[in-house]
């Protein structure tokens, strides 16, 4: 099925972002997810789903190496990044995270200024020389982030005392200003309310012109409204993955159809 | 076809209950174009009468279903084969409704055709046709119930046989035109009301369509077989004649 929204902004179903070859995650001797085979395009919104526990966020997680610091925890397989092996021994993880930013669930704001929670990326990445580049870099991930606005009277008081959908927002202004090439984000809506809802799904919508967005998210709804393409996950394997309207009104497989139309299954 | 039931029950239960008034629906629709079909070879008035009177009732139906179905896509997000089942039964009660409204058009003019003389037994032949009909609208809306693709692809392919039987009726009445036109008043409506059944074979062939939709995914690819060539013909009866 063709998705009139990407007549918005071409992309490029051969421009692929992160491949994944026979990806395999294990927590001590549970085989967690199992050959895991993906294409994530660029500049494309993907959604994970599925139930808990299926390994939608394990993969995630690998896609940023944020697995690492998870005791027992083993990858195996090949996840590039722009055809770069992610997990090569050369590989910084923290360099990788710069490129390859992150969202939780629950917005965690670090207890300092707005400005500094944003500057905070640039700063420690070396990506600004003087104050105005960095006071730059702050506006425009503010900006980017939707909170500009809402923000910039009041830069200097603690990121804390924002609203959850605020905070959340500036969260992702934080992950933005290192300039990543992908954004991944774990279930970012579930603690905001709708409203705030619609603003972050909204800005994931904007920021596809320039990143890839991946977000796991247990709305099959927000899935369906925000992504291009959908991978579900059952089992700690990847079942389906097909462009987000036909995985919604035609999937093929029928563990897709029972989870997507709420069956037992 | 998915046959498990879903984790929260009312949805199961809010499609089951649009689904019967599809049925209930089909049952009405196929009573009408027998009852309109008879009262027109028996010149039944008051059967005629009441095939009109309950064309209101099909039509209330309609609505009610259209709205059933809105109010499942606003409430439950179907998805899959959910919200096929939910697109078709709004294409299916369209197609019906149509169907009732062609019974009663010739419910209305058996009503004429009962003070006009006999055209050969051309009501006869209406009266078969009708029954072709209805039998191909009944098998479509059962291969709508069993989720029974390859019943709704020979539905499709007897629709062939109601067009014939159309081309043969649509060269009779130019013949019994042609031999006395005292005959035109009566065979002009007799015509529509063939041309309607014809129809009513369309409507049945696109059910069946549906049908196929939502079992599939997909709408059947190859043409639909077409035997109508009256369109296309200069209607001659001796040229027309096989």
Redesign the interface.
Known sequence: MDDIRYADRIVSADEVKIAARKAQVYYGTNHALRDVDVDILGKTVTAFIGPSGCGKSTFLRCLNRMNDTIPGCRVEGKITLDGQDIYDARVDPVQLRAKVGMVFQKPNPFPKSIYDNVAYGPRIHGLARSKAEIDEIVESALRRAALWNEAKDRLSSPGTGLSGGQQQRLCIARAIATSPEVLLMDEPCSALDPIATAQIEELIDELRAQFSVVIVTHSMQQAARVSQRTAFFHLGRLVEYGETGQIFTNPRDPRTESYISGRIG | M?T?????QA?DRDLEAVQALIMKMGGMVEAAILDAAQALETRDEELAEQVRRNDAAIDALEERIQAEAARLIALR????????TVLTVIKIAAALERCGDYAKNLAKRSVVLGQLAQVGDSTGSIRRMANAVELLLKDALDSYIHRDAQLAADVRQRDREVDQMYNALFREFLTHMMEDPRNITACMHLHFIAKNIERMGDHATSIAEQVIYLVT??LPEEPRPKADMTASSIGMPAQGAD
């Open positions: 998915m498990e039931p879903h984790i929260f949805f997000s179907p998805t899959a084969t959910d919200l096929r995914g997909n």
